[in-house]
Every structure is written in structure tokens, then in C-alpha cells.
């Protein structure tokens, strides 16, 4: 099994800025690509930001210009660093890491908890 733990979420007014965290752990060969979604009541969640092995990255018209997301290999980890916040950014956040494991090479796409983010006006 796979798990990811996000951190960073808050509360923020418009303007400021957040960083998101997201690690990854457990039964994990390699990690070809994670991202970054969001959701908010009565929607579909998104795609926000991706970022594949090589660093390849995708981003929501929406964001490009205002968000970057980046990862450490060797940690698993990824970050969305989101700035010029804006209240329509509030939703719940959630990580996404698409892999194989170490048992038999088997295909995974794991999902965080969420975390939840508030831009005030």
C-alpha cells in the first residue's frame, strides 16, 4: 500500500501566499507522476498542477503564472507553491502520486486525505 500525507493548508486572505506538501511512502518502486487536484461542493474534482519523474510539468489555465509545483525525488515529496491567492482557490486539496510498487511492479495511483484551503477577501 501506498500513503500520502498532506500539510500546509490554511486560511489566508487574498493576495497572500501557501505552500502545500504532500509525501509519499510505503510499498513504492518508482513514482512516474504527481499532482496536485482540488474540489469544491457540488463539483468535480480537478486537476491543479502535475509534475512527472522528469520534471515535466502541467498546470490549470487558472493557475499557470500564479502556482508551481515541484518534487524531491529521493524524499517522494511534492510541493504547489501558490501565490496571488485568490477566494476562488478555496477548496480542499488533494495529492495524487501515480507509481509502481516494489511487489511485482504492480501499478498504483494513491490519493491524500485533502487538505483545506480558505482564501478570504
Known amino acids: 500500500q501506498v500513503q500520502l500525507v498532506e500539510s500546509g493548508g490554511g486560511l489566508v486572505q487574498a493576495g497572500e501566499s501557501l505552500r502545500l506538501s504532500c509525501a509519499a511512502s510505503?510499498?513504492?518502486?518508482?513514482?512516474?507522476?504527481m499532482g496536485w487536484y482540488r474540489q469544491t461542493p457540488g463539483k468535480q474534482r480537478e486537476l491543479v498542477a502535475s509534475?512527472?519523474?522528469?520534471?515535466?510539468?502541467t498546470y490549470a489555465d487558472s493557475v499557470k503564472g500564479r502556482f508551481a509545483i515541484s518534487r524531491d525525488n529521493a524524499k517522494n515529496t511534492v510541493y504547489l507553491r501558490m501565490n496571488s491567492l485568490k477566494p476562488e482557490d478555496s477548496a480542499v486539496y488533494y495529492c495524487?502520486?501515480?507509481?509502481?510498487?516494489?511487489?511485482?511492479?504492480?501499478?498504483?495511483?494513491?490519493w491524500g486525505q485533502g487538505t483545506q484551503v480558505i482564501v478570504s477577501s
Open positions: 510505503g510499498d513504492i518502486s518508482s513514482i512516474h507522476v
Open positions: 495524487n502520486a501515480q507509481g509502481s510498487s516494489r511487489w511485482y511492479g504492480e501499478s498504483f495511483s494513491a
Open positions: 509534475v512527472s519523474s522528469t520534471r515535466s510539468t
